[in-house]
């Protein structure tokens, strides 16, 4: 044993003597032990959990062989977690308009330096050639390569780029990504898919080269504008990642080869969606309401038949109009002819897709098809010990959720689903988005795991004004006097007349410190069956009655309702309501932060408040 392992040895004895007499309980223990595995670094720890020192971090580590249960994380998956998160965020900040630019402009480097990596070299344009044994053939291609123009170049010039040009690009892509493209001659394609799987990357991808190949028209219709607005800032690192191109503009105009190519990133609350025609991209269908006048659109864009129209989602639930368009009985539906026409199973789609009866090509693409495509960005068993599994089900394996059961109809749900660019005295980049006009706080701390939600609740001041999901916070970690801070910021930028904070876990802690700091708002919310029992019906009187609305973005709020089941308590029977609250992020949380903040009017709401007074801070 050598001087350096000496000392490592006493040290450790010193150290294990040192955390026996502090006593560390097994909740620290384990709070040390999750946070270790998410790669937090010993100091951030610390920090967190406010432990005296690292030592103790290190000792675990070793006593307890965390090291060898952390896997090697591809910064490919961080990044997609990442960009999911921002993606869902209806009024971003200045900042995380920024953070989603760079993240999406790093997962494009990745792509193409892992096609380095594999041997792949680029050309002047951007075009792929094999560094390996094939010297002449890329002389040839360099070669061929068109001259650069003379004089000023035009913006978004992309009539010198070929189908050979993209190739770079195609290898980037996993199998099923390759299976979309290899049916792009169908002329209505519908894929039901896992989440985080790559299809806002691809269909960007798609809708350039088609553009720039044949100078067609593209056009994407999401459930909000920002989300639309991903696929352009994917579609501008693209062309400039690949190609060295940069692309300007909103709609983006390309000069291609065939003529002008546009294109555009709509909302489906659009008004002036319908006067557009093109190839067509619906994203995130089931989560759009109103499907039927959404389909009318996309038709109505896509008429002539060297139109394609993409429809491609995460699953919902079964009560969504968009399925009975999955499944072929909107197809079926006042026909008896078709009647027993049989479509292709659920396994059979999965198998590189069938063309069906209706004449849809329809996919399925589970997060299990996509690993087995060559997409190694998740581990599927850790994820299974994250979701519980109706979760896993519906997120990751394509299963529709049966909302049977739940207290909430989705017929009523997405009726909330609002577009949040009309909400006009709503400015979210600003230092005060909401003026001097008053906000409602809901705190929701998790039982299960070590997060929590917060949101920010605009009443309405006015007959007839809604509810209005402004704002919506998850943080991680178990030292509540971060969360505290992170109230502070938001409680600095509004001006807020209550806080509903849960008590439990904890919510204890947190509510000791903001009712020392916000005496007259703060609020304490114990939980009984009689309370929760409360929270729940004015959740369901607002939202029946249509008195709430969130951005369309939001999909996790309405999943949170879903997930509300009536059932009876283990001693009396007596009526109360449950939810799934375990290890599922931002799940049902958001739904009780929500009930904690509007809770605060009360349940005979016709009782209107007489007081018109402010208080200014």
Known sequence: MNTLQVSWFICSLLTESNHSRMAYSPEIREAVKRLYLRRWTPDEIRLELDLPNTRVIYFWADKYSWRDLLREEEVDEAIARRIVMLTDIADKSGGQLKELDMLIEKHVKLKKQRLISEGHSFGANGSTKNSGKNSKGSDQQNNAAPSKRKGRKRKNDVSHLTEEDFKAWYASLFEYQKVMHENLHRRIRNILKSRQIGATYYFAGEAFEQAVLTGDPQIFLSASRSQAEVFRTYIVQIAQQFFEIELTGNPIVLHTAHGDAELRFLSTNSKTAQSYHGHVYVDEYFWIGKFDVLNKLASAMATHKNWRKTYFSTPSTKAHPAYSFWTGDHWRRGMSDREEVEFPTFDAMRDRGRFCPDKQWRYVVTIEDALAGGCGLFDIEELRDEYNDDDFKNLFMCIFVDDADSVFKFSDLEKCMVESARWQDHKPKEQRPFGNREVWLGYDPSRTRDNATLVVIAPGEKKGEKFRVLEKHYWRGLNF?????????????????????????????????????????????????????????????????????????????????????????????????????????GHADVFFAIAHAVINEPLNFAHKRTSSWTMQH
């Open 481 to 585: 006097s971060h969360h505290v801070s992170e109230i502070q910021k938001v409680y600095a930028r509004y001006r807020v007349t209550y806080i509903g904070v849960d008590t439990t876990g904890i919510g204890a802690g947190v509510f000791d410190s903001i009712s020392t700091l916000f005496p007259r708002e703060a609020t304490a919310i114990h939980y009984s069956v009689s309370s929760k029992t409360r929270l729940v019906l004015k959740m369901i009187d607002v939202v029946e009655s249509g008195r709430i609305e969130w951005d369309a973005s939001h999909k996790d709020i309405a999943m949170s309702c879903l997930s509300i089941r009536k059932t009876t308590t283990d001693t009396g029977g007596a009526i109360t309501f449950k939810a799934s609250r375990d290890n599922v992020t």
